[in-house]
């Protein structure tokens, strides 16, 4: 009799594991039922905060709830996306991901209050850009060769701002400047915005940035820019070289957006969002404003996401190891 009744209870158990509960079973069709909320660790006006506003009221429109983009600064990126590993995996708390912060940050401070690996779980590759190398009007140089010319022979004295200790604009400039033999001081801001505002008011000389960042300035005489950091030059910015066309060979390092969720938020919302920002990317409008943003949108499932992710990581680990940046 014992037997037959542990046998019967065993049995019930595996029907159990079997049955999906509710809440994981539900999450797809319910979510979401409430405005969500995606946390950019940089200040407004950067790239990645023009990329997600665009694709994020896309979403919003189908889903009927707010995506709100809520900007939490400092630390090179670092206190915004402790927020969101800190956060209840319960798909209304998402980082937004870019270079400095999934993949840079882990390799260049010595002391983490996050592990990428561990806490984060990517839901979609929104987009890619190149980054723009832009100077102050003021600085006697027409192109990257004759900027280059022009910090060695005044080694020291030009000084470049980025959106933060440990972006990607700092790595990438670090790269430039290493690469190219030169010297420069660095000035570091609280996101992309602050740094083009600088250095439009010559507060620095030169600024690489994604190219939504430049967006308010261009077509006027407030800013030059000189090349695009990738191996080949943009379709976007078709008379722009590209810095590792001539000036800098083999130079090539651009920046993405991959939305990211804490580790343990339901797969089914994963692939949920995933679907709605791939439909969203589809739109002609989005993409429209995207190209006019500088970013080529990307999507794919969230195995996707993450296995992009992992590439990126170890990628910028050589990138922080041939710089030789460090920050304790």
Request: charged residues 15%; proline residues 7%.
């Amino acid at each position: 009799m014992n037997r037959r009744m542990l046998a019967a209870g065993l049995a019930a158990l595996t029907t159990a594991w079997l049955v999906p509960m509710p809440s994981q079973a539900q999450a797809q069709s319910t979510w979401p039922d409430r405005p969500v909320r995606l946390v950019l660790p940089f200040a407004a006006g950067g790239a990645a905060d023009v990329v997600i506003r665009i694709v994020g009221a896309a979403v919003a429109e189908r889903v009927g709830q707010n995506m709100v983009v809520e900007n939490r600064t400092g630390g090179s990126g670092n206190i915004g996306t402790e927020v969101v590993a800190r956060a209840g995996p319960d798909g209304y708390t998402f980082l937004v991901g870019s270079p400095g912060t999934l993949a840079i940050n882990p390799h260049m401070f010595q002391r983490l209050p996050y592990d990428v690996r561990r806490d984060f779980i990517a839901v979609s590759h929104v987009a890619s850009f190149p980054q723009v190398l832009v100077v102050h009007p003021g600085v006697p140089a027409k192109t990257i060769e004759e900027f280059i010319a022009l910090a060695k022979r005044e080694p020291g004295k030009l000084n470049y701002g980025s959106s933060g200790n440990a972006s990607t604009g700092h790595l990438i400039t670090e790269m430039f400047r290493s690469q190219a033999g030169i010297q420069l001081e660095h000035v570091p801001f609280r996101g992309g915005g602050p740094a083009a505002q600088a250095l439009v008011a010559g507060t620095v000389q030169m600024v690489i940035d994604g190219l939504p960042t430049w967006l308010s300035y261009m077509g006027g005489d407030q800013i030059r820019i000189l090349g695009v950091t990738s191996g080949q030059r943009w379709p976007g910015l078709p008379d722009v070289p590209a810095i590792g066309e001539k000036a800098v060979p083999g130079f090539d390092l651009g920046s993405w957006v991959v939305l990211a969720a804490p580790t343990g938020t339901p797969q089914a919302v994963l692939e949920r969002f995933a679907s709605e920002i791939d439909v969203a990317l589809k739109r002609d409008d989005v993409r429209q404003r995207l190209a006019q943003a500088g970013a080529l949108p990307a999507g794919g499932t969230p195995a996707e996401a993450q296995a992009f992710h992992m590439r990126e990581l170890e990628k910028w680990k050589r990138v922080v190891e041939v710089s030789g940046a460090t920050i304790n």
